[in-house]
């Protein structure tokens, strides 16, 4: 089958009338928002994407508003006419919504003055470490979901905690969009992809297999019937600090969907086992959905 060619739409009012102009006609929008820089985990929820609506959008806009101080906003990769040439071969979009940040912005990022927040779903995990980090997200995906009108949001459980927020801003500001979580998409030895692997040197890359080891171990002694958070990280802790490249950020074991930290697992809940580990500069988060058992 010929790859179709992908409508790149670039302001926000374009957006938005061709979003209305599809309603009209009565097809379904499935939206998928990045940040670019895409790689196979991405162009796999693109592509499934398609399984869940008749048009596809994926949005690429890295949100200047999500990146704390002395993050890499400004070294973040981006490469549009890339992006789109992946999507275009998986087939995996049919329109591209790429906004300036003065579309989504209009003056300055620090002109905007109402802002999306959860403090209750951003207080554990990534929260703490990235201060203003969440607000920024649920502020962009506000934004996104006014000009893109979609039916359904297809996010990747990687960023499991953004899922869940994202899943709560639905929920309480009644936007009405169905949010659906894809599953990590991994390279062979088991790390998840990000863009941000392309910065691990040799060895750390070698090293940082201890970051899916360690939620491996958690998962699976919750599922062997462990009860206690405080044995599962110590044991996520023992994996990663085999490595001496490795830093620690956090490993936490929290309920869902309220991302709270548990004193003993309930049989039959649903845990989220996350990890944050730096190499060097370089940030990795994983984590894991487990069902405890009966
Ligand atoms: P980003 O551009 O990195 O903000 O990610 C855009 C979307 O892709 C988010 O919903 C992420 O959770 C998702 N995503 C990123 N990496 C992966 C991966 N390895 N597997 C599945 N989804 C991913």
């Known amino acids: 089958?010929?790859?179709k060619v992908i409508k790149l739409i670039r302001s926000v009012a374009?957006?938005?009338?061709?979003?209305?102009?599809?309603r009209r006609d009565g097809r379904t929008i499935v939206l998928v928002p990045t940040m670019g820089g895409l790689h196979?985990?991405?162009?796999?929820?693109?592509?499934?994407?398609r399984n869940h609506g008749d048009h596809v959008v994926v949005s690429i806009f890295v949100n200047p508003t999500q990146f704390s101080a002395g993050e890499d906003y400004a070294e973040y990769p981006r490469n549009l006419q890339r992006d789109c040439e992946m999507l275009r071969r998986a087939n995996?979009?049919?329109?591209?919504?790429?906004?300036?940040?003065?579309?989504?912005?209009?003056?300055?990022?620090?002109?905007?003055s109402v802002w999306v927040d959860c403090e209750p779903l951003s207080r554990h995990l990534c929260g703490p470490h990235r201060p203003g980090h969440f607000r920024g997200v649920l502020t962009v995906v506000a934004k996104l979901f006014n000009c893109c009108l979609p039916h359904t949001a297809i996010l990747g459980l990687k960023d499991a905690q953004q899922y869940f927020l994202i899943w709560k801003l639905t929920e309480d500001l009644c936007?009405?969009?169905?949010?659906?979580?894809?599953?990590?998409?991994?390279?062979?030895?088991?790390?998840a992809l990000s863009s941000r692997n392309a910065y691990l040197n040799a060895d750390q890359r070698a090293q940082s297999v201890v970051v899916f080891e360690s939620i491996t171990a958690a998962r699976r002694a919750i599922e062997n019937g462990e009860r206690s958070p405080s044995v599962l990280r110590t044991l996520m802790e023992q994996i990663i600090t085999e490595s001496d490249a490795a830093?620690?950020?956090?490993?936490e074991v929290v309920s869902t969907p309220d991302l709270q930290p548990v004193?003993?697992?309930?049989?039959?809940?649903?845990?989220?086992?996350?990890?944050a580990v730096c190499f060097g500069t370089v940030r990795l988060i994983d984590n894991a959905l487990v069902q405890a058992p009966y």
């Open 92 to 112: 995996g979009a049919d329109t591209v919504f790429a906004p300036t940040a003065s579309e989504l912005y209009p003056g300055s990022p620090q002109a905007q």
């Open 14 to 22: 374009e957006m938005r009338s061709y979003a209305q102009s599809l």
């Open 175 to 191: 936007f009405g969009v169905r949010i659906v979580g894809h599953p990590t998409v991994r390279a062979n030895d088991g790390l």
């Open 40 to 49: 196979a985990g991405h162009v796999a929820l693109a592509t499934s994407a």
């Open 263 to 275: 004193e003993t697992i309930t049989p039959g809940s649903q845990i989220l086992v996350a990890v």
């Open 247 to 251: 830093c620690l950020q956090y490993a």
């Open 1 to 3: 089958m010929q790859a």
